[in-house]
Nanobody, 116 residues
Framework: QVQLVESGGGLVQPGGSLRLACTAS????????MNWYRQGPGTERKLVAS????????NYADSVKGRFTISRDNTKNTVYLQMNSLIPEDTAIYSC?????????WGQGTQVTVSS
């Protein structure tokens, strides 16, 4: 079955960096666009970044442009989110997502907390 498993979250000080990873199984990873979403306290889940099947095209929410980088390694079935210059407003549960065979699939999420 389709599985998405995130890792790499944690507590970081403002200005710090984290790299999230999402490892996929149960489908042909290289055939799908991959997305990272986040949901902060008391807010709706929002799209943070997307990456095309080959990695040639990426898109970012305005709030993270220039600070976050999405990438993927199709040989490892893994998508990454490199987060730099973190600010408290980045505190959220981060989840990876994909649309496969007309169904949305989500990972369990990983908590990122930016605080001094």
């Amino acid at each position: 079955q389709v599985q998405l498993v995130e890792s790499g979250g944690g507590l970081v000080q403002p200005g710090g960096s984290l790299r999230l990873a999402c490892t996929a199984s149960g489908f042909t990873f290289s055939s799908v666009t991959m997305n990272w979403y986040r949901q902060g306290p008391g807010t709706e889940r929002k799209l943070v970044a997307s990456i095309s099947r080959t990695g040639a095209t990426t898109n970012y929410a305005d709030s993270v442009k220039g600070r976050f980088t999405i990438s993927r390694d199709n040989t490892k079935n893994t998508v990454y989110l490199q987060m730099n210059s973190l600010i408290p407003e980045d505190t959220a549960i981060y989840s990876c997502n994909t649309l496969y065979n007309r169904n949305h699939y989500w990972g369990q999420g990983t908590q990122v907390t930016v605080s001094s």
